[in-house]
């Protein structure tokens, strides 16, 4: 059974940094297509980044330069450190599989207000 727990979310002013984790379990990150994703009030959910098995990394224009996508094989674990966070970043941020999207977690609630 997969299992996907995000963290690391939190109030933070604009201009401010995040990192979000993402613990799997029932699945190996590291042979999987992994995706970040948020979902903003009244908005559809959308795809932010992306690594791939291979470790190559894709980004939504509009988080490009200021997110990043990493992983870490020996925890099982997705990251996506959020740099120079601007209020439309305010969003509940998921984690999950692009190619076969698996059942969602709770997420993890970001908020960026002065």
């Known amino acids: 059974q997969v299992q996907l727990v995000e963290s690391g979310g939190g109030l933070v002013q604009p201009g401010g940094s995040l990192r979000l984790s993402c613990a799997a379990s029932?699945?190996?990150?590291?042979?999987?297509?992994m995706g970040w994703y948020r979902q903003a009030p009244g908005k559809q959910r959308e795809l932010v980044a992306v690594?791939?098995?291979?470790?190559?990394?894709n980004y939504a224009d509009s988080v490009k330069g200021r997110f990043t996508i990493s992983r870490d094989d020996a925890k099982n674990m997705v990251y996506l450190q959020m740099n120079s966070l601007k209020p439309e970043d305010t969003a509940v941020y998921f984690c999950?599989?692009?190619?076969?999207?698996?059942?969602w977690g709770q997420g993890t609630q970001v908020t960026v207000s002065s």
């Open positions: 999950n599989t692009p190619t076969f999207v698996r059942p």
């Open positions: 029932g699945i190996i990150v590291s042979i999987y297509r």
């Open positions: 690594m791939t098995s291979g470790g190559s990394t």
